[in-house]
């Protein structure tokens, strides 16, 4: 699963410069735009796979730059919390240079090079500084407003009264506290990453990086994994929140890691097959991740095959 820069022959200094900035401004535009904003990703993630690593670092850090600018002008001209904007400006920030980070790493001596793990590490981090965000954004009034604002919008189209604005932030802040930040980083940096390298593989018919199916993931897992669902139980037993919430996001990045591990023993198998059925399989797949049931029975099918292959060789030999 390693981002490799010659999957693309390289480029001239300003063909890499303008990629990067056409990059950078529709990354700022889609986030600057409320139905386009989870799509934010996808332009830098395209310039790092045309680009290569300096593509990428330059329309990440161009794309910052330009929506620190933006930031200002919205607090100078449309006098809007400072708290907010601030806010807002680091989520960017950080989002952008995690994902170019994951798409083209800086170092090729970190000591996990596949990118489920640098994602998983890049999802610690923005967890650590979106709860140190909520400190200051949980009781910002405007914050609540544009919730309500939204809640109400909802309520009107369904027909029926739902829940007020305090009660979902609560109820967000408790399951994004137990992992929900981190598996919706990982989820996010993955959908916009798989759109990015599906328009590439269309496009111009290469796939960048490398493959799932040669993950793997080190056999003392299991056992962070087995140490983190008795943190939870005992948190809840004893009543030790920080104990809880500890165990919930270690259970939760293991979990994923075992994950990807049971997928990439799935699509091994796949291929296996003839190219019509693995096309439907795929698109199978896909179409089960957007209902709920169905997609925690999948990840949970995908879950038991990664831990499993800690003792039962189901692939070739590692």
């Known amino acids: 699963m390693e981002y490799r820069d010659e999957v693309s022959p390289p480029l001239s200094a300003a063909s890499s410069l303008l990629l990067a900035a056409a990059g950078a401004g529709a990354s700022v535009f889609c986030f600057r735009t409320g139905f386009l904003s989870f799509f934010f990703l996808i332009p830098l993630?395209?310039?790092a796979f045309v680009g290569g690593a300096k593509t990428a670092w330059a329309g990440?850090?161009?794309a910052v730059t330009a929506n620190v600018i933006m930031s200002l002008w919205v607090y100078l001209y449309q006098n809007l919390n400072p708290v907010f904007i601030l806010w807002s400006a680091l989520?960017?920030?950080?989002?952008?240079?995690?994902?170019t980070w994951i798409n083209a790493p800086l170092s090729r001596f970190w000591i996990f090079q596949d990118i489920p793990y640098r994602m998983a590490a890049g999802a610690v981090l923005c967890t650590l500084i979106i709860v140190v965000a909520l400190r200051f954004l949980i009781e910002d009034s405007q914050l609540q407003r544009l919730v309500a604002n939204q809640l109400t919008a909802l309520n009107g189209f369904s027909g029926r009264e739902g829940i007020t604005a305090e009660e979902f932030t609560a109820t967000l802040v408790h399951i994004g506290l137990r992992g929900g930040i981190l598996a919706s980083c990982i989820i996010f940096w993955w959908i916009n990453r798989q759109i990015a390298v599906g328009i590439v593989r269309i496009v111009r018919h290469t796939l960048p990086g490398g493959s799932i199916l040669s993950f793997y993931i080190p056999p003392f897992f299991v056992w962070i994994f087995s140490?983190?669902?008795?943190?939870?139980?005992?948190?809840?037993?004893?009543?030790?929140?920080?104990?809880?919430?500890?165990?919930w996001n270690i259970l939760t990045v293991s979990g994923i890691l075992f994950c990807v591990q049971g997928g990439a023993i799935v699509f091994y198998y796949l291929l296996k097959t003839p190219l019509f059925f693995r096309i439907l399989a795929n698109v199978g797949i896909i179409f089960l991740l957007f209902i709920p049931g169905a997609m925690m029975t999948l990840l949970g099918l995908f879950l038991l095959l990664g831990i499993a292959e800690n003792w039962v060789s189901l692939r070739t030999p590692k």
């Open 91 to 99: 989520y960017y920030a950080v989002m952008v240079l995690v994902f």
């Open 45 to 47: 993630a395209l310039g």
């Open 227 to 247: 140490a983190a669902l008795g943190a939870v139980v005992l948190g809840r037993i004893g009543n030790w929140e920080i104990v809880e919430i500890s165990g």
């Open 60 to 62: 990440g850090i161009a």
